[in-house]
């Protein structure tokens, strides 16, 4: 079984400074893991994930998460944000073997204060 | 443009009655999920389907039934066994297994008067 948790439901912060979002998970088998946002009354956008490889992953505004195996995290973040980041993120773990299913944390409300 | 469309965005049902949540997408992927989210709790998986004619329930199809008849449709309905429907649904793609990227749908919002 897959669980995702994360940590802070809202965070705000002020323009231009930096942000962290928090992901942890647990899982019986090994995982890829996704990063996802979430605009007001829309869908998800793929924000990124990790698949294999370096541990250090980016996208392409500025976000970047990095897996840490031993800790089971996948923290999001950005050096300086816009207001344009504000939005809601999920994360998301998706099991390597079977059915391509994701799991999703509770979201983290980003809010970008002027 | 490729993606995927759902439809109605809006939809409003009285107590008692079924409602479609129509799905169509145009990018060949042959896994499509329905996803519910509520306030608070994140995005929930009710069915799944990895190939035509095959569907298999997530974690709270209870209330819910879906077909796959065609690989670019897959609607999901909420009867009236349905005791919370009041939420936003996703509908999703991916091409298949191995990490693909799921790619989600504008969503519907059904609200149940």
């Known amino acids: 079984a897959q669980s995702v948790t994360q940590l802070d439901s809202q965070v705000p912060v002020f323009e231009e400074a930096p942000v962290e979002l928090r992901c942890n998970y647990s899982s019986s088998v090994s995982v890829y893991l996704f990063w996802y946002v979430q605009y007001p009354n829309q869908g998800l956008q793929l924000l990124l994930k990790y698949l294999s490889g370096s541990t250090l992953v980016e996208s392409i505004n500025g976000f970047e998460a990095e897996f840490n195996k031993s800790q089971t995290s996948f923290h999001l973040r950005k050096p300086s944000v816009h207001i344009s980041d504000t939005a809601e993120y999920f994360c998301?773990?998706?099991?390597?073997?079977?059915?391509?299913?994701?799991?999703f944390g509770t979201g983290t409300r980003l809010t970008v204060i002027p | 443009d490729g993606g995927i469309t759902q439809s109605p965005k809006y939809l409003f049902r009285k107590e008692g009655q079924n409602v479609t949540l129509s799905c169509e997408q145009n990018l060949n992927h042959d896994a499509m999920y329905w996803y519910r989210q509520d306030p608070g709790q994140g995005l929930r998986l009710i069915y799944y389907s990895q190939i035509v004619n095959d569907f298999q329930k997530g974690d709270i199809a209870e209330g819910y039934s879906v077909s796959r008849e065609k690989k670019e449709s897959f609607p999901l309905t909420v009867t009236s066994a349905q005791k919370n429907p009041t939420a936003f649904y996703l509908c999703?793609?991916?091409?298949?297994?191995?990490?693909?990227?799921?790619?989600f749908g504008e969503g519907s919002w059904l609200t149940v008067v």
């Open positions: 998301a773990v998706s099991p390597q073997t079977g059915a391509n299913n994701l799991f």
């Open positions: 999703a793609s991916s091409a298949g297994f191995g990490g693909n990227t799921i790619y």
